[in-house]
């Protein structure tokens, strides 16, 4: 897809108010393949869009297939983002987290894991058990991170951010 993709989200609000917010991205940005084919859902959430996968796949298919639609695996960097994914996707999903051979965890934009975020893993995590764990998924309940093997085959959680403009429309 090329030029201006416009995605419009309503939220209700009393007395049959609704915000419109208009979500503008440029060239090649949150694509998907096969034109109108498939179905996406993407969830707003402080200046990006979320996108949860489907289908299981690698940590690295689940980057790819992020990427083919101008996001990436979810970066998170802050508590209140860290909820937000905790409760929008239920399912063990992976996040844009690896870890180096030397165990440092780097976000898939190359920034370090910062350390007030070593709260969201689970108790006696990041433990590498099997020697081969380098990436990370959400758990069960989306609120902790547990470290895995990147050829597991888990759900995903995308994001880009985006520019946003709101109006406000009364319904009849």
């Known amino acids: 897809l090329k030029g201006k993709i416009v995605i419009v989200i ?6 049959r108010e609704h915000r419109i917010f208009r979500l503008h991205y440029n060239s090649g940005s949150l694509k998907h393949e096969g034109g109108c084919a498939e179905t996406v859902s993407w969830l707003y959430f402080q200046g990006s869009v979320y996108l949860g996968s489907t289908t ?6 689940s980057r790819q297939y992020c990427q083919k639609r101008g996001a990436d695996l979810t970066i998170i960097s802050s ?3 860290q909820t937000f994914v905790a ?3 239920t399912e063990r999903r992976w996040i844009g987290l690896t870890a180096s ?3 440092e965890w780097i976000w898939v934009d190359g920034s370090q894991l910062n ?3 070593t709260q969201f893993w689970d108790s006696g995590e990041p433990n590498n058990k099997h020697n081969d764990e380098f990436c990370v998924e959400t758990n069960y309940n989306g609120d902790t991170w547990n470290d895995e093997g990147c050829y597991e085959k888990r759900l995903s959680c995308s994001s880009t951010r985006v520019s946003i403009s709101a109006c406000d429309t009364k319904t009849p």
């Open 10 to 15: 309503l939220f209700g609000i009393q007395n």
């Open 56 to 61: 299981e796949q690698t940590w690295q298919e």
């Open 79 to 81: 508590v209140q983002e």
């Open 87 to 89: 409760t929008s996707f």
């Open 101 to 103: 051979q030397s165990r």
């Open 115 to 117: 350390t007030r975020f």
